[in-house]
C-alpha cells in the first residue's frame, strides 16, 4: 500500500487567496483526521470523519476553513481567504474502524506558506 | 477532556548513551497512550502504544516505554541510542471508550550527536 497520500508537499500562495489541500487515506481505512502542525500551538486536530460523515469539526479554527470527504478515498481542506497565520503544516492521517483502538497512520504533510 | 505534557522540550545526547523522554498525562478516565516519531520534513510514524495488559510496551527502533498509573506517566526509554534515532518524539492520548481524538503533547526533540 502507498500510504496516506497527500499532495501538493509544499504551497506558497499570496494572502486572501484560496488554498485547497488534499488527501487519499489507506484504501480500507474507516477514519480520516485533518491535523495542522505549528512551532507555537504544535500538533491540532481539525476535524475527522468516519466513513466520510463529519463527526467532529471543533478543531476548525474558523469559517475560513472548510473540509469535505466525498468519497472514501479522498478529502479536501480549503482554506478561503488564506491568511499569513495559516502558515503551518498541514497533515492528514487515516486508520481503520474495526477493533480495538488502531493507529493513525499519517501522510507526509503539506507545508503552507501564506506570504 | 485530555492533556499529555512532555516534560522537554530538547534533549540532546551522545551516540550509544540511554536517553528517556518523559511524558506525562492529565485524564479523569483511562486512557490509551501512544508515541510517535517525526524525522525531518517526514509525518508521524508510530514507535509504540499501550492498550491494556503489562505496563512494559516495547515498540520498533529498539524503544520501550513505560506506564505508570499511580504517576500518570509514559515515559520513553532506549538503552544505546545511534545519530539516526535523532528525531521529535510526540507522546499521544486517548480517552478509552470516547471519541476518537489523539491529544498530543508539543514533542521533544531528541539530537544524538556523534
Known amino acids: 500500500d502507498a500510504g496516506v497520500i497527500q499532495s501538493p508537499r509544499h504551497e506558497v500562495t499570496e494572502m486572501g487567496q484560496e488554498v485547497t489541500l488534499r488527501c487519499k487515506p489507506i484504501?480500507?481505512?474507516?477514519?480520516l483526521f485533518w491535523y495542522r502542525q505549528t512551532m507555537m500551538r504544535g500538533l491540532e486536530l481539525l476535524i475527522y470523519?468516519?466513513?466520510?460523515?463529519?463527526?467532529?469539526d471543533s478543531g476548525m479554527p474558523e469559517d475560513r476553513f472548510s473540509a469535505k470527504m466525498p468519497n472514501a478515498s479522498f478529502s479536501t481542506l480549503k482554506i478561503q481567504p488564506s491568511e499569513p497565520r495559516d502558515s503551518a503544516v498541514y497533515f492528514c492521517?487515516?486508520?481503520?474502524?474495526?477493533?480495538?483502538?488502531?493507529?493513525?497512520?499519517f501522510g507526509p504533510g503539506t507545508r503552507l506558506t501564506v506570504l | 477532556a485530555q492533556s499529555v505534557t512532555q516534560l522537554d522540550s530538547q534533549v540532546p545526547v551522545f551516540e550509544e548513551a540511554p536517553v528517556e523522554l518523559r511524558c506525562n498525562y492529565s485524564?479523569?478516565?483511562?486512557?490509551?497512550l501512544f508515541w510517535y516519531v517525526q524525522y525531518p520534513n517526514q509525518g508521524l510514524q508510530l514507535l509504540l502504544k499501550?492498550?491494556?495488559?503489562?505496563?512494559l510496551v516495547k515498540g520498533i527502533n529498539g524503544f520501550e516505554a513505560e506506564f505508570n498509573k499511580s504517576q500518570t506517566s509514559f515515559h520513553l526509554r532506549k538503552p544505546s541510542v545511534h545519530i539516526s534515532d535523532t528525531a521529535e518524539y510526540f507522546c499521544?492520548?486517548?480517552?478509552?471508550?470516547?471519541?476518537?481524538?489523539?491529544?498530543f503533547g508539543k514533542g521533544t526533540k531528541l539530537t544524538v550527536n556523534p
Open positions: 492521517a487515516s486508520r481503520p474502524g474495526q477493533g480495538g483502538y488502531n493507529e493513525q497512520f
Open positions: 484504501s480500507g481505512h474507516d477514519y
Open positions: 470523519f468516519n466513513n466520510n460523515v463529519p463527526i467532529d
Open positions: 485524564s479523569s478516565v483511562s486512557v490509551y
Open positions: 499501550y492498550l491494556s495488559g503489562s505496563t
Open positions: 499521544a492520548a486517548a480517552a478509552q471508550g470516547g471519541s476518537e481524538k489523539l491529544v
